[in-house]
């Protein structure tokens, strides 16, 4: 069982910045993939940001150069730093963990945070 712990979300003006962060906990395994999600009201959930091991990040066309991805392997920690934010970006935005039992296996599991929300208003 793997549990994600969210935080830092809230409202915040247009311009203005947020930091996003999600904690894995539990059996998490070798994790491969961590990254961000978000779904608007009436939309879709759609990618935002990804980061694997050796990888250099990927990023959604909407958010790139506004919107930074980071990882901290030791502290099973992924991080969305997001700058210059537009009421566009108002969404629940979910954490994403991808994992598998041991770096020897090929069985991954896919693990999603509860969301947390982004409010972008004037």
Same mark, same amino acid.
């Given at each position: 069982? /793997?549990?994600? +712990?969210? !935080?830092?979300?809230? *409202?915040?003006?247009?311009? %203005? !910045? *947020?930091? *996003? !962060?999600? $904690?894995?906990? %539990?059996?998490?395994? =070798?994790?491969?993939?961590?990254?961000?999600?978000?779904? $608007?009201?009436?939309?879709?959930?759609?990618? /935002? $940001? #990804?980061? @694997?091991?050796?990888?250099?990040?990927?990023? +959604?066309?909407? /958010? &790139?150069?506004?919107?930074?991805? @980071?990882?901290?392997? $030791? &502290?099973?920690?992924?991080?969305?730093?997001?700058?210059? *934010? &537009?009421?566009?970006? #108002?969404?629940?935005?979910?954490?994403?963990? &991808? =994992?598998?039992? @041991? =770096?020897? #296996?090929?069985?991954?599991?896919?693990?999603?945070?509860?969301?947390?929300? /982004?409010?972008?208003? @004037?």
């Amino acid at each position: 069982q /793997v549990q994600l +712990a969210e !935080s830092g979300g809230g *409202l915040v003006q247009p311009g %203005g !910045s *947020l930091r *996003l !962060s999600c $904690a894995a906990s %539990g059996s998490t395994g =070798s994790i491969d993939v961590m990254g961000w999600y978000r779904q $608007a009201p009436g939309k879709a959930r759609e990618l /935002v $940001a #990804t980061i @694997s091991t050796g990888i250099s990040p990927n990023y +959604a066309d909407p /958010v &790139k150069g506004r919107f930074a991805i @980071s990882r901290d392997n $030791a &502290k099973k920690t992924v991080y969305l730093q997001m700058s210059s *934010l &537009k009421p566009e970006d #108002t969404a629940l935005y979910y954490c994403y963990v &991808k =994992s598998r039992a @041991s =770096s020897s #296996t090929w069985h991954f599991r896919d693990y999603w945070g509860q969301g947390t929300q /982004v409010t972008v208003s @004037s």
